[in-house]
């Protein structure tokens, strides 16, 4: 009896402990939005050229089995285009559908397949509208899914692993790409077609995905997710805001235009510090006659924009012109108050 006992009590303990490990991985949804992940081209060598959004969700997931290794996964379709035609509506729509996700227990943290060329907009979104401490991770990638060394399975299986990280709780909305995991407050496209194009120069990523595991060596202060005061639960519309790039001889007539199709705010992508010309400032001086927002912003990268009385406008603090265009859209959602829309530029 003892001989045939310990190998039988030794199985069923392997098939317990599988069981328990199994129902110990976290659940991650993935919502698929398109891009560059999810391209196709004709040719296995074809970087440019290529059709983003090809690919469905199912076959994202299909190409990377490991996944199921460190997590229970599953996918949604949300849309499939290139990140370029991301409207304002379909992110408002995204924020919501993430945080419906996020409010059920059976859902420990969400994964985005988005584009690269707007991505770092839809995570700042969601970043400031997310109502939850769960991880929500952006994955993207540079090369098409058909192309030699795809870098998007692995970067959707690093952003799976990050999402499903228990120290991943309550560092707001992140961004994974070429093993680097960055905030959605500091990380910007910043060369147009390398891998290693997406980083936050001064600031530095929030941590790095290195042999199996997630290494994290920084926290932001800016306010976010279940800090922040914006809700969009039951927005249908936002607020239009418009980027104006500041340059040589930039005539006032194009705030003008801004100003004749109703634009609620205008976002300046100035020059050095946000410094602007002799015609760029009564462009915005009469746009805020309009009672159209003006907030200046710099179009180098990097750096703080300080205020100067002697010029019109707010100042977007440390906010590239996408990610202040962004954040003037929820303001506006709440206030129309130049003092307390200034106050949220300092504070997230």
Same mark, same amino acid.
């Given at each position: 009896?003892?001989?045939?006992?310990?190998?039988?009590?030794?199985?069923?303990?392997?098939?317990?402990?599988?069981?328990?490990?199994?129902?110990?991985?976290?659940?991650?949804?993935? #919502?698929?939005?398109?891009?560059?992940?999810?391209? =196709?081209?004709?040719?296995?060598?074809?970087?440019?050229?290529?059709?983003?959004?090809?690919?469905?969700?199912?076959?994202?997931?299909?190409?990377?089995?490991?996944? *199921?290794?460190?997590?229970?996964?599953?996918?949604?379709?949300?849309?499939?285009?290139? =990140?370029?035609?991301?409207?304002?509506?379909?992110?408002?729509?995204? !924020?919501?559908?993430?945080?419906?996700?996020?409010?059920?227990?059976?859902?420990?943290?969400?994964?985005?397949?988005?584009?690269?060329?707007?991505?770092?907009? =839809?995570?700042?979104?969601?970043? #400031?509208?997310?109502?939850?401490?769960?991880?929500?991770?952006?994955?993207?990638?540079?090369?098409?899914?058909?192309?030699?060394?795809?870098?998007?399975?692995?970067? #959707?299986?690093?952003?799976?692993?990050?999402?499903?990280?228990?120290?991943?709780?309550?560092?707001?909305?992140?961004?994974?790409?070429?093993?680097?995991?960055?905030?959605?407050?500091?990380?910007?496209?910043?060369?147009?077609?390398?891998?290693?194009?997406?980083?936050?120069?001064?600031?530095?990523?929030?941590?790095?995905?290195?042999?199996?595991?997630?290494?994290?060596?920084?926290?932001?202060?800016? #306010?976010?997710?279940?800090?922040?005061?914006?809700?969009?639960?039951?927005?249908?519309?936002?607020?239009?805001?418009?980027?104006?790039?500041?340059?040589?001889?930039?005539?006032?007539?194009?705030?003008?235009?801004?100003?004749?199709?109703?634009?609620?705010?205008?976002?300046?992508?100035?020059?050095?510090?946000? !410094?602007? =010309?002799?015609?760029?400032?009564?462009?915005?001086?009469?746009?805020?006659?309009?009672?159209?927002?003006?907030?200046?912003?710099?179009? *180098?990268?990097?750096?703080?924009?300080?205020?100067?009385?002697?010029?019109?406008?707010?100042?977007?603090?440390?906010?590239?012109?996408?990610?202040?265009?962004?954040?003037?859209?929820?303001?506006?959602?709440?206030?129309?108050?130049?003092?307390?829309?200034?106050?949220?530029?300092?504070?997230?």
């Amino acid at each position: 009896m003892e001989r045939w006992l310990k190998p039988f009590l030794f199985f069923i303990f392997c098939v317990v402990f599988t069981a328990n490990a199994a129902e110990r991985l976290p659940n991650i949804v993935i #919502l698929a939005t398109g891009g560059t992940i999810a391209g =196709s081209a004709a040719a296995n060598t074809q970087t440019t050229g290529y059709k983003a959004g090809a690919l469905g969700v199912d076959t994202l997931i299909k190409a990377v089995p490991e996944l *199921t290794a460190i997590a229970n996964v599953k996918g949604e379709q949300f849309a499939n285009i290139a =990140s370029e035609n991301m409207t304002g509506d379909l992110v408002l729509r995204l !924020s919501q559908r993430v945080n419906a996700l996020l409010a059920q227990n059976d859902v420990d943290g969400v994964v985005i397949t988005h584009g690269t060329d707007t991505v770092e907009e =839809s995570a700042y979104f969601l970043h #400031l509208t997310v109502k939850s401490d769960k991880p929500v991770v952006f994955a993207a990638a540079m090369r098409p899914a058909t192309a030699i060394s795809a870098d998007g399975p692995m970067n #959707l299986l690093t952003a799976v692993r990050a999402a499903g990280d228990s120290q991943s709780r309550g560092r707001g909305v992140m961004v994974v790409l070429n093993d680097r995991i960055g905030s959605a407050r500091y990380i910007t496209k910043t060369n147009a077609s390398t891998l290693d194009t997406f980083r936050a120069t001064e600031e530095g990523y929030l941590g790095v995905a290195i042999g199996n595991r997630i290494y994290y060596q920084n926290r932001i202060d800016k #306010l976010h997710t279940t800090h922040s005061v914006f809700d969009v639960s039951g927005l249908k519309t936002l607020p239009k805001v418009d980027i104006i790039y500041g340059y040589q001889d930039d005539p006032e007539y194009l705030y003008d235009a801004a100003i004749s199709h109703g634009v609620k705010g205008i976002v300046y992508a100035g020059m050095g510090a946000g !410094s602007v =010309s002799v015609r760029g400032e009564a462009g915005m001086r009469n746009a805020e006659k309009q009672g159209v927002i003006v907030v200046r912003s710099s179009r *180098t990268g990097n750096g703080i924009v300080p205020p100067d009385d002697a010029l019109p406008g707010l100042t977007a603090d440390s906010l590239n012109p996408a990610h202040a265009r962004i954040l003037l859209m929820l303001a506006l959602t709440r206030t129309t108050a130049p003092a307390e829309i200034q106050q949220y530029f300092h504070r997230y």
